[in-house]
């Protein structure tokens, strides 16, 4: 990318630079004009330059937070990430969201690239657009992706302590994986159970770590009665704010066993967690 200015204004120009090996120099051939610089997207580019590692590095060096852009850079992200997660590569998948995480935050990244394309990828199972094979391998590598992120925070962790666990039964540990790296991103200790940990082992580990927020993941419906078990086991020992959440949440949002809080994010109860506004949060909040 080349820019030109011109009485104040900056134009922008796609150019090549071939060698000349007989004047042993480098000479730049205008492959198109595009334009006045602050007009011109990531479309404007030929398609056959787009994947471009200099183009997409003068996007982004750029800080163009306008949200077409945004919207294009994301949507372009989402489509290379699928074609990375169906090839099991979580290490490329890495790199491509530190490209997009130095301009929009890896909260960004959790909320407008990921958290869709998890969803688009159910989506194209549920139609059979691809095999469960590839469904498959898409949430290990998503989830290869998550530890790789968690291996390598810098963060230093002195916020909150916060548990994450399933019900008795559940297998489906995606969603605590996406939500430990956004935990941890802002600088809380995790202790993320894993899958088929009995209940009297995570009132053990609530004893031994003293979280000070518990959060449930329920995917299927026919776990969400151990789930309510086993909020009752924790609600007669302790006095420890949970938020329960997950696909068979959404579905059981009438139990009466459950309160559901309103308008509260993610982001949100972080917050309320940092500054022990616990009051606000209801004993058992559903997300």
Known sequence: MRAKSIRG???LYLVESKWDSKKKTSKQNIIKYLGVESNVSLHDI?????????????FMNQKYFQPTVQNEITEKLQKDLLILFQNGNHVHANSALQSYEEIYGFESFLTNVLTPLIQQIESLGTFKKIDLGTQTTCYNTIKDLMNLILENNP?????KKILICVPYGEQHTLGTKVLESQLTSKGNTVYNLAPFTPASSILESIELNKPDCIFISVTLDENMLSANRMIQKINDQYNIPIIIGGQAVKNDSENENVLMGQNLSIAKILKLIQYKKFEIIPKVLTI
């Open 9 to 11: 204004q900056k134009y």
């Open 46 to 58: 030929p398609e056959n330059y787009q994947n471009s590692k200099k183009i997409i590095d003068y």
């Open 155 to 159: 963060m230093e962790l002195k916020k």
